[in-house]
Structure formats: C-alpha cells, structure tokens
C-alpha cells in the first residue's frame, strides 16, 4: 500500500517546480531526519520531564551511569563526551550534586583530582527515566519490523558518517540554523542537522535581495 504525500514530499514537488534545474533529491532524506530529530528531541523533553529531568540532567547521569559500578567519571572525560564547556560541566555537576543524584569524590589515583559519582538516588533516577524513554522509543519504531529497523540502523549509521566527513555549511549559507541547532542540540540526538529545504530557501530569497538590490 502506498503511503500518501507527507510535508516533506509537498516541499520537494514545489522545489523541482520552481526550480527544475537543481538536484533536490537529498531533501528527500535529509529534511525527513530534520523533522525526525525535532519530534524526537520534544518527545524526549516530555519523558525526562515527568521524572524532573531536563534533558541535559539526563545526559549526565546516564554517562554515570554507562561507567559501570562504581559509577564514577572525572569531570573533563564528562566534558569531553558530552561536548560542552568545563565551565557549562562544573555548573551541572553543582545542580545534580545539589538535588542529591551526584557526588563528588577524590580521585585515589590523583591527589588533586576529583571524581563525579552517582548516588543510589541518582541511579534509580536514570533507570526509571530511561526505562521510559526506550518504552517511548520502541512505541515510535513499532511501524518498522526487525529487518526494516536493522536495515534502517546501517543505513542511517553510514550516513552519520558521510555527513561527518563533509564540511559544514558556511553561516551565510545556514544563517541563524546552525548556531540554533549546536545550542539546542543534545549529545543524545548527535550532531545539529541543517534542514537543506531551509538552506536552500535562504540562497533563493539572498538572490533575490540582490536582484531587487541591482535594478534598485
């Protein structure tokens, strides 16, 4: 049974009518796993919600959690998988030490150096959220059998790398879209993805500034 037209399908048609002269194709794809990350991204902020979670609260106590027992990281090998600041990491870890899910603990290794720990209250915290976040998950996969969702992971898997391997877009080309998506993005959802419909939109409405510009 074929599915109908969805919203990305409409943005393509409307682009290869005004524009018959250029390959839209990769809209296909990429606006599709836009549209997918931004479902995802306020889907995951209601889980983590009803746990008195924010999503970067999540982040971190999951990488804890990920250690294993003991349960412990320093706060630089947090920084680096989470990409953030040393600054942005001492500020969450204060918060999380504050509402009793974290701890700090010297490093027996390093006299000077100090280790971030999960509380008992912290592990149950993550386990719960993250036992209702796959249950969520597994709900919006349940259109996709065991070989569609396999097949879907590798192809998805080599173009994470592909996209990785390819320089980004310059700010002119992207405006404000690339800026917005690093400072919402979660280390959860992967790289911030630029929308092509959006880019390409932006290079047509350019163009005819200038057009405008020149017969002004």
């Not at 997918?36 to 306020?42: A, G, I, K, N």
């Not at 709900?139 to 990785?164: G, I, P, W, Y």
């Amino acid at each position: 049974m074929e599915e109908e037209m969805d919203e990305v399908d409409r943005i393509v048609a409307a682009w290869r009518d005004v524009r018959p002269d250029i390959d839209v194709t990769p809209m296909q794809i990429l606006s599709r796993v836009t549209r997918l990350s931004r479902q995802l991204d306020r889907k995951r902020k209601a889980v983590f919600a009803s746990h008195g979670l924010e999503t970067w609260a999540f982040d971190v106590l999951s990488s804890l959690r990920r250690a294993g027992d003991p349960y412990q990281m320093s706060p630089s090998a947090l920084t680096v998988e989470l990409l953030v600041t040393s600054g942005t990491m001492t500020n969450r870890i204060d918060r999380l030490a504050s509402a009793g899910w974290v701890s700090r603990q010297r490093d027996p290794g390093d006299r000077r150096g100090v280790l971030v720990q999960l509380t008992a209250e912290g592990r149950r915290k993550v386990d719960d959220a993250l036992s209702d976040f796959l249950d969520l998950e597994a709900q919006m996969l349940k259109a996709l059998d065991d070989t569609e969702c396999a097949s879907l992971a590798d192809s998805l898997r080599h173009l994470v790398a592909s996209v990785e391997a390819v320089d980004t877009f310059s700010r002119e080309d992207a405006g404000e879209g690339v800026a917005d998506a690093r400072s919402d993005a979660s280390p959860l959802a992967g790289p911030p993805v630029v929308d092509p419909a959006a880019v390409a939109a932006s290079r047509v409405q350019r163009s005819a500034s200038a057009r405008y510009r020149d017969s002004a």
